[in-house]
């Protein structure tokens, strides 16, 4: 037993929990939204398939952020796995200086059967019917049916360790 952890505290503290995380390469998925009107989205790394069965993938956003009240409001999101190329487009939706409408003045935005913004050239990109909320410390935990998708040739933009980067190249 001797590579048994033991961990006595209720959890682990905020740096080592971020200090681990830095560690995991993840891919790079826009978030988004529009309803009435309004359009936002963020840049995110949590976001993953929850279900094949049916198509269902889960995404992870700041509960008052202006995109998770969009969300939550019109029950649904779109989300862009960027490709290699599209590093500015991650930087503008996660560094926070625009905003809104302003999100979307760059790139070629389609508008899905949900009224989800997609960005045109994304690895792939998801249209989801909001089917459930969970509320994790300050978080909202989405989940969306996939009710449409596309898939383009090329390969995803990942993040780890604070910085954006591409895949090696296959031997």
Not at 7 to 29: D, F, H, K
Request: charged residues 20%; aromatic residues 6%.
């Amino acid at each position: 037993m001797d590579n048994v952890l033991t961990n006595r505290a209720e959890t682990v503290s905020t740096e080592a929990y971020l200090a681990g995380m830095r560690a995991i390469v993840q891919p790079v998925g826009l978030v988004t939204a529009a309803c009435g009107g309004e359009r936002d989205g963020v840049t995110a790394v949590t976001v993953c398939s929850a279900t094949m069965e049916p198509p269902t993938l889960l995404v992870s956003i700041k509960q008052d952020s202006a995109v998770a009240q969009i969300i939550t409001r019109c029950e649904a999101f779109g989300v862009s796995f960027l490709a290699d190329t599209q590093a500015r487009m991650a930087r503008r939706f996660s560094d926070g200086g625009a905003e809104g409408e302003m999100l979307f003045a760059e790139g070629k935005w389609l508008i899905a059967a949900t009224g989800a913004p997609l960005l045109d050239g994304a690895v792939s990109a998801f249209d989801c019917r909001l089917v459930d909320v969970v509320t994790c410390g300050g978080h909202s935990l989405f989940l969306g049916r996939v009710v449409s998708m596309i898939s383009n040739e090329g390969e995803g933009l990942l993040y780890g360790d604070g910085y954006f980067r591409r895949l090696a190249s296959k031997d």
